[in-house]
């Protein structure tokens, strides 16, 4: 009785680790990951030819095709993918705005504890700050809503043994 308790617990082991190794689909950009998705996670996109969105979480992944709650969609097929992504332009824009709100309370602070004068506006400081505020602010706010596939974007399914492929957080915590 013991050793087929032992036996059993030692398939079970076995059978976790196996099903740790999930398949992941990633958005290429020649050799750049720019988006991960593990099966359960969501997933929006239109298909070619269709001008309607498709909301739905990954339920399997194959190696030419998603499955999408009961629904199977050729890798082929997918025309855009919906997610929010940042570039250099939003960065710089969100560094735009914080060094030109820095700048003006910096030249506040100067004036007023420094110099020990009444706070007033100096017209080159605040044209400045304002500047880079007015530049920043639509750089930092404008973000890429979707990818279109194709040319430079690929889809692809990678399994654990691809260079591409990275274990999801969970796995990595149980690890040792």
């Known amino acids: 009785m013991t050793h087929l308790r032992l036996l059993l617990f030692t398939l079970l082991l076995l059978g976790t680790n196996l099903g740790l190794a999930q ?34 979480y990954i339920n399997n992944l194959f190696d030419t095709a998603v499955m999408v709650h009961k629904t199977l969609i050729p890798l ?24 030109g709100v820095a700048y003006f309370l910096i030249d506040q602070f100067n004036t007023v504890v420094v110099q020990g004068d009444k706070a007033s506006l100096d017209e080159d400081v605040t044209t400045v700050s304002a500047g880079m505020v007015a530049v920043g602010l639509p750089m930092m706010l404008i973000k890429k809503r979707y990818q279109r596939v194709g040319r430079k974007y690929r889809l692809m399914v990678v399994e654990e043994g691809s260079p591409f492929y990275v274990a999801p957080m969970h796995v990595l915590e149980t690890e040792p």
């Open 76 to 99: 082929h097929k997918i025309d855009k993918i919906y997610f929010k992504h940042s570039s250099f332009a939003n960065r710089f824009g969100r560094w735009l705005v914080v060094g």
């Open 23 to 56: 398949k992941q689909l990633i958005l290429l950009n020649r050799e750049t990951v720019i988006l991960r998705l593990n099966p359960g996670d969501e997933f929006i996109i239109s298909l070619k030819g269709d001008k309607r969105k498709l909301n739905s």
